[in-house]
């Protein structure tokens, strides 16, 4: 009867501890594109600010290509999720309006690096036809949220606005955009507070009601519920 031979350690990786590891690269890939673009966001870069080894990160993408697309989809679906949220808190089609607007600009993820990033990404659509598909969707997504609230609010008559509600869903998204943008790269000196309030008087006045009630309207509520 022969010695059996000792078997070689090895030390295992849960499926959640390697899930959790990935969306942590991601997460630091995310802010790799914010601060040095998509061009800018390599293996090695991306192990100096994770402090993960290019081996580790290749392990799990092996190509930079298959990086930056799951880092896009990290971010959308993410973005996606924080704003389904949003949208389900609200009290009433008009609170899920303004709670929108101003989640645009001050969401869980500073507002630089939120828009650093997609600034970044908008850049690179451009030249790259699966990140312009994968910013398609997300700008749809997110239109849709605005298209579902003034819809409701328009039935439930909390406003009366002179656009059709497809059309205004799209000169909303659209306006947030290009604030975020122009203020990011410096061509409007706005603080993250006076952009969320530039928007919500911009909405108000397409929606066909009082400025000054809806930018409060929330901020009003929390200080009457303290």
Same mark, same amino acid.
């Given at each position: 009867?022969?010695?059996? $031979?000792p078997?070689?350690? $090895?030390?295992?990786?849960t499926p959640?501890?390697m899930?959790?590891?990935?969306?942590?690269?991601?997460?630091?890939?995310?802010?790799?594109?914010?601060?040095?673009?998509?061009?800018?966001?390599?293996f090695?870069?991306?192990?100096?600010?994770?402090?993960?080894?290019?081996?580790?990160?290749?392990?799990?993408?092996?190509?930079?290509?298959?990086?930056?697309s799951?880092a896009?989809?990290?971010?959308?679906e993410?973005?996606?999720r924080?704003w389904?949220?949003?949208?389900?808190?609200g009290?009433?089609?008009l609170?899920?309006? %303004?709670?929108?607007? $101003?989640?645009?600009?001050?969401?869980? $993820?500073?507002?630089e690096?939120a828009?650093?990033f997609?600034?970044?990404?908008?850049?690179?659509a451009?030249?790259?036809?699966?990140?312009?598909?994968?910013?398609?969707?997300?700008?749809?997504?997110?239109?849709?949220?605005?298209?579902?609230?003034?819809?409701e609010?328009?039935?439930?008559?909390?406003?009366?606005?002179?656009?059709?509600?497809?059309?205004?869903?799209?000169?909303?998204?659209?306006?947030?955009?290009?604030?975020?943008?122009?203020s990011?790269?410096?061509? %409007?000196?706005?603080?993250?507070?006076?952009?969320?309030?530039?928007l919500?008087?911009?909405?108000?006045?397409?929606?066909?009601?009082?400025?000054?009630?809806?930018?409060?309207?929330?901020?009003?509520?929390l200080?009457?519920a303290?």
């Open positions: 009867m022969s010695e059996a $031979t078997g070689r350690r $090895t030390r295992s990786v959640e501890a899930a959790e590891r990935r969306q942590s690269i991601l997460q630091f890939a995310s802010q790799v594109i914010a601060h040095h673009g998509v061009e800018g966001c390599s090695g870069t991306l192990s100096e600010a994770s402090g993960f080894s290019v081996g580790m990160i290749q392990h799990y993408f092996r190509h930079r290509e298959r990086l930056i799951a896009v989809e990290y971010r959308t993410e973005s996606l924080e389904q949220r949003i949208y389900e808190r009290d009433n089609a609170e899920r309006l %303004h709670d929108l607007l $101003t989640f645009s600009i001050q969401g869980d $993820t500073p507002f690096e828009w650093g997609w600034l970044q990404i908008y850049a690179a451009h030249k790259n036809a699966e990140i312009r598909e994968s910013v398609a969707s997300v700008w749809s997504s997110w239109r849709g949220l605005f298209v579902r609230a003034l819809e609010a328009s039935e439930e008559k909390l406003l009366q606005p002179s656009l059709d509600v497809n059309e205004l869903a799209t000169l909303l998204v659209a306006t947030i955009d290009g604030l975020a943008i122009q990011l790269n410096g061509v %409007h000196n706005f603080t993250p507070d006076e952009l969320v309030e530039t919500h008087r911009f909405a108000a006045r397409e929606f066909g009601i009082d400025a000054e009630e809806f930018i409060l309207k929330k901020r009003s509520k200080v009457d303290s």
